[in-house]
């Protein structure tokens, strides 16, 4: 299949999807092993039951294109995750700086589907842009209930500092 373009920018913003979406995935397995509020717990097994959905889904959207996920980008998205989860069990300040980071990592997500849902409309690929919709719109969910737990955050964090002193 010749692409243009703007199918080859699909393409690339698909395998940037991918690599974040596994960079997401390790960083819930993480939080998920550490949390031990049971709501939150429940909202980061939803959410990685979401993510496994997310990577099927891009996945496809690549299989379409004849193209897989980057190694490459996939490794290093893993890297950073681990990283990550080495430094957040360092930290007495966990949930805090976790719900932050959740944060921050959903809007990054939010931000790349949008641009990926527009740039597949104007390839003409209805199908990538659906999916990056439907994808952002999961993302936007667990952002709403991130910020809507930030005083329970909050109060966790300073129960672990208290225990912690």
Known sequence: MERNQLQDNVVE??????AMETNV????DSMI????????LKDLEHHREETD???????ERLEAYGEDSST???FVAKSGAMFKSLMDRTRDDEPGRTARDGFVTEHLEIASYELLQRVA???GDEATAEVAR????????MADKIAGSWDRVVDQTIANQVAHA
């Not at 913003?13 to 991918?18: E, N, V």
């Not at 439907?134 to 969910?141: F, G, K, S, Y």
């Open 13 to 18: 913003y698909l395998k940037d999807a991918h």
């Open 25 to 28: 995935a390790a960083m819930l």
């Open 72 to 74: 490459m980008k996939d």
């Open 53 to 59: 959905r997310h990577l099927r889904l891009v996945d």
């Open 33 to 40: 092993e550490r949390t031990e509020d049971p709501q939150i």
């Open 134 to 141: 439907r994808n952002c719109a999961d993302e936007q969910a």
């Open 121 to 123: 409309l104007r390839a």
